[in-house]
């Protein structure tokens, strides 16, 4: 059964960093794609970032990029979203997702599994 965990979460000061990890298990994801997502309240669920997992290749959101990192451990089987100078606009639940053969990696709809979410609120 796949399973993805993601953890990190919580209340962080604007300006600050903060790391969130997605724990993958259940299968192999070495030919997987690994995204991140976020929803805030109201809006719908958005791309942040993506890692192909083979060729580590990474995609960002125009809104995200010099400011969101992911990335892959393959020991742990776990991908990782760095963030630094929060803004009090990256509250949201962040989602990790895994999909194969993905094609439009911005598109929620591409991937297969997705985990519980964990909130990040970023107080101003």
């Known amino acids: 059964q796949v399973q993805l965990v993601e953890s990190g979460g919580g209340l962080v000061q604007a300006g600050g960093s903060l790391r969130l990890s997605c724990a993958a298990s259940g299968r192999t994801f070495s030919s997987y794609y690994m995204g991140w997502f976020r929803q805030a309240p109201g809006k719908e669920r958005e791309f942040v970032a993506g890692?192909?997992?083979?060729?580590?290749?990474?995609h960002y959101a125009d809104s995200v990029k010099g400011r969101f990192t992911i990335s892959r451990e393959n020991a742990k089987n776990t991908v990782y979203l760095q963030i630094y100078s929060l803004k009090p606009e990256d509250t949201a639940v962040y989602y990790c997702a895994a999909g194969y053969a993905i094609v439009v990696v911005t598109s929620v709809n591409s991937y297969k599994y997705w985990g519980q979410g964990t909130q990040l609120t970023v107080s101003s």
């Open positions: 890692i192909n997992w083979r060729t580590g290749i990474t």
